[in-house]
T-cell receptor, first 113, second 112 residues
Framework: DTAVSQTPKYLVTQMGNDKSIKCEQNLGHDTMYWYKQDSKKFLKIMFSYNNKELIINETVPNRFSPKSPDKAHLNLHINSLELGDSAVYFC????????????FGPGTRLTVT | KQEVTQIPAALSVPEGENLVLNCSFT??????LQWFRQDPGKGLTSLLLIQSSQREQTSGRLNASLDKSSGRSTLYIAASQPGDSATYLCAVPSGGYQKVTFGTGTKLQVIP
């Protein structure tokens, strides 16, 4: 039973393309997040959604657009991909009732060539 | 702005040794503190979550403590095993429960 799932696991694409990463959680959580882990393994929050509403946008370029069709899904669309977008992107979710303990997806490794 | 630092950045110990990982944060107005492990090429696995009102949490061989006033948390691993080899990360939400800042991580290697 996968708790937080992401697709695809790997994504290789060329500069200038547009791509999407999907995230789904079956935990009944009300908050979802996107993180970026760079080549130095540092994790940085990008977006946070609570009940389908954007709460946090940590100075992410507007080429990145999150979309939350419902509480169980938070997708990440990236326009005009750049070399610097190459990283591992993690989706996570949490619930107020469990003090916002976060559960992470397996990650999507994006490589821009 | 919250800054979270973990020391040491890397640690290598023989199997069976007890060890302590450190996490320091600059803004003590935290909602909770969560410890994770990350295996190479994998996602993050939650180990322990300490609420801001708690002093410590225990799970099996792991014990995490929290001292908000000094801006510190420690993760104690008893009787380390090679399977404990991974990168350990701490994370704190501050300025709102959703603004999460991760530490720089400690890469642990337990030698058989």
């Amino acid at each position: 039973d996968t708790a937080v799932s992401q697709t695809p696991k790997y994504l290789v694409t060329q500069m200038g393309n547009d791509k999407s990463i999907k995230c789904e959680q079956n935990l009944g959580h009300d908050t979802m997040y996107w993180y970026k882990q760079d080549s130095k393994k540092f994790l940085k929050i990008m977006f946070s959604y609570n009940n389908k509403e954007l709460i946090i946008n940590e100075t992410v370029p507007n080429r990145f657009s999150p979309k939350s069709p419902d509480k169980a899904h938070l997708n990440l669309h990236i326009n005009s991909l750049e070399l610097g977008d190459s990283a591992v992107y993690f989706c996570a979710s949490s619930l107020q009732g469990t003090f916002y303990e976060q559960y992470f997806g397996p990650g999507t490794r994006l490589t821009v060539t | 702005k919250q800054e979270v630092t973990q020391i040491p950045a890397a640690l290598s110990v023989p199997e069976g040794e007890n060890l302590v990982l450190n996490c320091s944060f600059t803004d003590s107005a935290i909602y909770n503190l969560q410890w994770f492990r990350q295996d190479p090429g994998k996602g993050l696995t939650s180990l322990l979550l300490i609420q801001s009102s708690q002093r410590e949490q225990t799970s099996g061989r792991l014990n995490a403590s929290l001292d908000k006033s000094s801006g510190r948390s420690t993760l104690y691993i008893a009787a380390s095993q090679p399977g404990d080899s991974a990168t350990y990360l701490c994370a704190v939400p501050s300025g709102g429960y959703q603004k999460v800042t991760f530490g720089t991580g400690t890469k642990l290697q337990v030698i058989p």
